[in-house]
Structure formats: C-alpha cells, structure tokens
C-alpha cells in the first residue's frame, strides 16, 4: 500500500511563501498522478493543483493559478507545491493524494484514491 506523507507547512504572514513537500513510498512513483487539495475550518475539501504522471500536464483551481505551482521529483518520489503571494484565505489543511496510471492531471477528488494525512498552512493577516 503507498503511504503519502506531507510537510512543510506552518504559519506565515500574508504575502509569504511556502514549499510543501509530499514523499510516496511508491515504488513506481513515476505511475501516479497527483494532486493537492486543501479543507478549511467547516468547509469541504477543495481541489489546488494536479499534476500528471510524467510532469508534463498540470492544473489549477482558479483561485490560486498564478501563486501556486507543482512539481514532481520521480528520482525522489516527490510532488510539490510551491505557494507564493499567500492570503489568508489559503489556510487550510492540505493533502496530498494520489490516482495510480494517471496519465492526466486530475482536479477531482473521486478521481483519487490514496490520500496522505494533511499538513495544516496558516496564513496571518
């Protein structure tokens, strides 16, 4: 079973950036598409980014395209997500997730099917 573990996230003021990172213990990293999703407080969880298995397709919700840019690292088994211009309303609870034969980028959750256990971002006004 592939295991996704996130960090990097932490508490920044408006306008910072931060780098999240996603680590799979896939052997076949390189197989998945992936994606990051966030959950606010009392909110559902919401699509940010997806990336394709070989890098070459990505996708962005609207509200964080041109802030937010992923990335993956098959030699490292990892997918990024770098996030500049933060707002507040970026705090949230991010997850990684991961769909196994993706040859797309996916901004459904149903379309995933293997989940990490969140790292929480908090953005200060």
């Known amino acids: 079973q592939v295991q996704l573990v996130e960090s990097g996230g932490g508490l920044v003021q408006a306008g910072g950036s931060l780098r999240l990172s996603c680590a799979a213990s896939?052997?076949?990293?390189?197989?998945?598409?992936m994606g990051w999703f966030r959950q606010a407080p009392g909110k559902e969880r919401e699509f940010v980014a997806a990336?394709?298995?070989?890098?070459?397709?990505?996708v962005y919700a609207d509200s964080v395209k041109g802030r937010f840019t992923i990335s993956r690292d098959n030699a490292k088994n990892t997918v990024y997500l770098q996030m500049n211009s933060l707002k507040p309303e970026d705090t949230a609870v991010y997850y990684c997730?991961?769909?196994?034969?993706?040859?797309?980028?996916?901004?459904?959750?149903?379309?995933?099917?293997?989940w990490g256990q969140g790292t929480q971002v908090t953005v200060s006004s």
């Open positions: 997730a991961a769909r196994l034969y993706g040859a797309q980028a996916y901004s459904d959750y149903a379309d995933y099917h293997i």
């Open positions: 896939a052997r076949a990293f390189s197989n998945y598409a």
């Open positions: 990336i394709s298995w070989s890098g070459g397709s990505t």
